[in-house]
């Protein structure tokens, strides 16, 4: 696990790996704050009252920006914490990291579609679920170098017609892109804490874990989650481990049933990720995982084994595996995808 969401790590020690290694390039206001937070005892002995679970960055900058701070320089947000620090410290007792990217559909689709359908999907820790409506967003694929129509774009609307939200991916290498939408008819999610699209609460949340700067995120955002509010899709609230044989059993006969999930196993210990991995095995699924290299037991090893990107691989990047075979490579918020062919 990364420093900054390692509670065994000292607070001013996770808020500098968390300024240099996520923010640096992503954030510059995150950067800055959690920077300067690193650099100052009284506010890291104020963050030291929660639980150390409690301490990250991202769930203490959220919380903060949920009530109301401003995002700018560093001695003004110090002085807005402690103002408010009572009211940021409940906001973070009862409120997790879980940011929904809908963009993640973007990397997901073209597995999907390669499968025979028509599909029962079900995502584990799916958040709000925004990652459960892949067929009912409009796709934009622009096709960069090493793809056969390279410079080219590649649209894909659903069956209806062109939707509301449209997810921006750049391609590399042989992406089988899609001619038509996944048959979805069945779809349902677990989370540990399902949060609820029809709860303006819990949109403004959502809202609050995307980084200031990122404003493209927040308008797809309050775009995806009007799409979702057109339909109610459960999910189960509970572990994914506990509750993942019971959901599939309950999936339509005659469909194939996938299970996905994107930036989820981290939050999981190493047995309960060992004990998921086995339970993909056994069960009647496709798998399909879209996680941090190191997350999914074995697929970083089959990647060794895979076509090499004719470019480094950036730290940061997620693997796309299905049934733990790596096939592609994925910009973690789905703003890019490189398939290994
Ligand atoms: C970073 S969010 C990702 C949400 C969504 N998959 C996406 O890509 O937009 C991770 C989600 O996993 C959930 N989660 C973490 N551990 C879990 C577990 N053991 N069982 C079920 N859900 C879990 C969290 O509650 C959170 O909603």
């Known amino acids: 696990m990364r420093a900054s969401t390692d509670p065994g ?12 290694v996520e923010a640096r390039g992503m954030s510059a206001c995150y950067e800055r704050w959690a920077a300067g937070i690193a650099a100052d005892p009284a506010t890291v002995a104020l963050i030291d009252q929660l639980p150390a679970v409690k301490r990250q960055p991202n769930l203490v900058f959220s919380a903060a920006r949920l009530l109301g701070a401003v995002a700018g320089e560093y001695p003004a947000f110090a002085a807005w914490l402690r103002e408010h620090w009572a009211l940021v410290a409940v906001t973070c007792l009862t409120h997790a990291t879980q940011t929904n990217e809908p963009g993640r559909c973007a990397v997901l689709l073209p597995a999907l579609a390669a499968l025979a359908g028509p599909l029962a999907i079900i995502e584990v ?10 067929d009912r967003y409009s796709y934009r694929y622009r096709l960069a170098g090493g793809s056969e129509s390279a410079g080219g774009e590649w649209m894909l609307h659903p069956t209806d017609g062109p939707s509301p939200v449209v997810l921006d991916c750049n391609v590399t290498g042989p992406v ?17 804490h399902p949060l609820d699209v029809h709860s303006d609460a819990d949109v403004a949340w959502l809202e609050a874990l995307i980084w ?28 994914l481990g506990d509750q993942i044989e019971a959901l599939v059993a309950r999936a339509p006969a005659g469909a194939t049933v996938v299970v996905f999930h994107t930036a989820v196993l981290a939050y999981l210990n190493e047995q309960d990720r060992n004990r998921f991995a086995a339970q993909m095995t056994r069960l009647p699924v496709s798998w399909l995982s879209n996680e941090g290299q190191s997350v999914v037991p074995g697929v970083l090893d089959r990647l060794a084994e895979a076509p090499a990107p004719s470019h480094p691989i950036p730290a940061s990047a997620f693997i796309l595996a ?4 790596p096939i592609a490579l994925t910009q973690p918020h789905g703003r890019s995808l490189h398939w290994l062919g």
């Open 176 to 192: 089988p892109l899609p001619e038509r939408m996944p048959d979805i008819v069945w779809r349902a999610g677990i989370d540990l």
């Open 322 to 325: 299905l049934d733990g075979e």
């Open 125 to 134: 820790g799916a958040s709000a679920g925004l990652c459960l409506h892949p």
């Open 212 to 239: 200031p700067e990122h404003d493209d995120r927040r308008s797809r955002l309050r775009a995806a989650v009007a799409v979702a509010r057109q339909e109610t899709v459960e999910i189960v609230p509970g572990d």
């Open 9 to 20: 790590v000292a607070t001013a020690e996770r808020y500098r790996a968390f300024a240099e």
